[in-house]
């Protein structure tokens, strides 16, 4: 069985703790998914705006922010890069030791950025 559905010592985790866990990785995947937005972003800055028609219009500049922000999320939701599973596994005693609270956290909304 995975990580979520089992303890260390092979304890089926309570409902509370499987949501609380649940949430955790929403968390660690929204996270993961803001870290990669600001890269991409930081590297469109290195990018000259010049294009063959002359300089890049302002909906140019806003579809490729938003085209950035859809890649980051995505990229997130891959895993490929591991951030929200390395910081899933490091809080992963912190939750389960307060999963009654943490299972009712509200990670739902949208990280403003």
Same mark, same amino acid.
């Given at each position: 069985? !995975?990580?979520? +559905? ?5 304890? *089926?985790?309570? *409902? &509370?703790?499987? $949501? ?11 996270? #993961?998914? /803001? @870290?990669?937005?600001? /890269?991409?972003?930081?590297?469109? =800055?290195?990018?000259?705006? &010049?294009?063959? @028609?002359?300089? #890049? !219009?302002?909906?140019?500049?806003? @579809? $490729?922010?938003?085209? &950035? ?14 951030? $929200?599973?390395?910081?899933? +596994?490091?809080?992963? =005693? !912190? ?7 943490? !299972? ?5 909304? +949208?990280? #403003?950025?």
């Amino acid at each position: 069985m !995975s990580g979520i +559905e089992k303890t260390g010592a092979q304890q *089926p985790l309570t *409902p &509370d703790q499987t $949501a609380a866990l649940k949430r955790l990785h929403e968390a660690t995947t929204q996270l #993961e998914g /803001v @870290f990669v937005q600001m /890269v991409m972003h930081e590297m469109s =800055n290195t990018v000259s705006k &010049d294009t063959i @028609f002359g300089k #890049e !219009s302002s909906a140019e500049s806003t @579809f $490729a922010g938003m085209l &950035d922000d859809e890649r980051a999320k995505a990229i997130a939701q891959s895993g490929t890069l591991g951030i $929200a599973k390395v910081l899933d +596994e490091q809080l992963r =005693n !912190s939750v389960l030791s307060d999963a009654k609270h943490e !299972s009712k956290i509200d990670v739902d909304k +949208e990280v #403003e950025r």
